[in-house]
């Protein structure tokens, strides 16, 4: 059993439209994450939360937002999708006090 | 300058020779060193950590890590074709929440 999960896995939407992305982990870490990836430009801090109360913007939170529902499931919307948002995003979790991350498999989303 | 700077590659290797894999950081106070595996279309994996200068040896697989020089490898002994990926270099900053922050990558490709 995959111990850190994401949904859905493709994703192909408008411009205009509203999306959420879920992650959910068996791991029990209390840190998560959101990052996208986009050739040549690596991975980018979208949010992240160290715990059900605390949630903080990352490097490109604009266009974004996140909702931590319990300490096992990070929701990330794009509240109105646009093409340049068009990107692979991956969910990581980390244990209590450490940067090591674990990484979701990732949901490709396209928004002509 | 950037934060965490990798040479994109390609880096071919023949197959059982030793691949070097190099990053450069910006963050002078910087604690922690990792090194993400990432197959095409999969998400990043983590593969080694280091924190104290030096030399550290999983498997095939040794980290080096240079303070003074600002400088993290990756040395991956008797390559296979399994090793063909890119290589993600990912430094912990000095600041208080310790931002990972990932460099683009390098593209490793063993040639049999």
């Known amino acids: 059993d995959a111990d850190v999960t994401q949904t859905p896995r493709n994703r192909i939407t408008k411009t205009g439209k509203r999306i959420m992305l879920e992650c959910s982990q068996t791991k029990g870490h209390d840190r998560m994450y959101w990052y996208r990836q986009d050739p040549g430009l690596g991975l980018r801090l979208i949010y992240y939360?160290?715990?059900?109360?605390?949630?903080n913007k990352g490097e490109i939170s604009d266009g974004y937002s996140v909702s931590r529902q319990a300490q096992a499931k990070f929701s990330l919307s794009l509240e109105s999708a646009i093409p340049n948002q068009t990107a692979l995003y991956f969910c990581a979790t980390a244990g209590t006090g450490t940067n090591e991350q674990f990484f979701g498999p990732g949901t490709r989303l396209t928004v002509l | 300058q950037k934060e965490v700077e990798q040479n994109s590659g390609p880096l071919s290797v023949p197959e059982g020779a030793i691949a070097s894999l190099n990053c450069t950081y910006s963050?002078?106070?910087?604690?922690?060193f990792f090194w993400y595996r990432q197959y095409s279309g999969k998400s990043p994996e983590l593969i080694m950590f280091?924190?104290?200068?030096g030399d550290k040896e999983d498997g095939r697989f040794t980290a080096q890590l240079n303070k003074a020089s600002q400088y993290v490898s990756l040395l991956i002994r008797d390559s296979q074709p399994s090793d063909s990926a890119t290589y993600l270099c990912?430094?912990?900053?000095?600041?208080?929440?310790?931002?990972?922050?990932f460099g683009t990558g390098t593209k490793l490709q063993v040639i049999p």
């Open positions: 280091i924190y104290s200068n």
């Open positions: 990912a430094v912990t900053g000095s600041g208080g929440y310790q931002k990972v922050t």
């Open positions: 963050d002078r106070g910087s604690q922690s």
């Open positions: 939360s160290f715990d059900v109360k605390d949630i």
